[in-house]
């Protein structure tokens, strides 16, 4: 399933431990990719550049979002939306709640 998205380019997004299963896919050869700490051998083993970010930080390559644990969910989740298209307007939000 991991490689069917991949050969699509379809959006990935992939936390904590989750580069392991990009890794056992053998997809991320040549990306930047984040995961926990612990998980940094197998991002390299598989061919991949480890981003090494703060523990509440993300990263994207492409269509691959990543974050190193759960802190990063803020930022990992606004990429995440940016690869999808995804924009939200605050303000718009605001006024509707407002009605």
């Known amino acids: ?4 998205f991949v050969q699509a380019r379809k959006p990935i997004a992939a936390i904590c431990h ?3 299963l990009l890794a ?12 926990y700490p612990a998980c940094a051998p197998e991002v390299a083993a598989a061919g991949a550049t480890d981003a090494a970010l703060a523990i509440d930080a993300a990263v994207t390559d492409g269509n691959l979002v990543t974050a ?12 995440f939306l940016a690869v999808l298209g995804t924009w939200i307007d605050h303000a718009s939000l605001a006024a509707r709640s407002a009605v």
């Open 1 to 4: 399933m991991v490689r069917a």
């Open 18 to 20: 989750g580069a392991q």
């Open 24 to 35: 056992a896919a053998r997809v991320i050869e040549g990306r930047t990719v984040s995961a």
């Open 68 to 79: 190193p644990a759960w802190p990063a969910h803020p930022a990992w989740l606004g990429q």
